[in-house]
């Protein structure tokens, strides 16, 4: 059997988060920080990171403290769903780690090994249906899950 792109879950691994179901979420959690963005689709626009952000430093979140940058607000994360979605989901554990909250949406793949090492132990909320990402019309390919990391020092 030949490998095609048909076959791939999705084409891409940016998945903007819809304003309405950020919304719900904020009203919860009242986040300070944006994690991954991007200037058009960022849900904290006064203080985010992202590759197309006007501060360089504010371009590469992995060598960003998301803690002080977020001034003790929660921390929005929806990383690329990509095979760097581990490398964000290692930063969010670790964030959370040294006393953030970190609210990360990500595709529900409870086989794969970052789920295990770094979602399983935190709380764990399933979304109900599937989520119909940026503009789209379609559902998303997979569902999702609410990956709660609560500060703990």
Avoid: Q
């Avoid at 792109?5 to 691994?13: E, H």
């Avoid at 300070?32 to 200037?39: I, K, S, V």
């Avoid at 929806?78 to 909250?101: E, F, H, L």
């Amino acid at each position: 059997m030949t490998f095609t792109s048909g076959m791939r879950t999705s084409l891409t691994d940016k998945w903007n988060t819809p304003r309405d179901f950020f919304d719900k979420i904020n009203t919860e959690f009242n986040f300070g920080l944006d994690a991954a963005a991007l200037e058009s689709s960022t849900l904290v626009p006064d203080n985010w990171y992202g590759l197309d952000h006007p501060d360089i430093s504010r371009r590469d979140a992995f060598t960003r403290d998301w803690y002080n940058d977020s001034n003790g607000k929660a921390i929005w994360l929806n990383p690329p769903y990509g095979r760097v979605i581990k490398d964000w989901m290692s930063k969010a554990s670790s964030v959370a780690s040294n006393g953030a909250t970190v609210v990360c949406l990500v595709p529900s793949r409870t086989d794969t090994a970052w789920w295990h090492e770094y979602c399983i132990m935190h709380e764990i909320r399933f979304v109900r249906g599937r989520i119909k990402f940026g503009n789209t019309k379609k559902d998303a390919p997979f569902s999702s899950s609410l990956v709660i990391m609560r500060g703990s020092k």
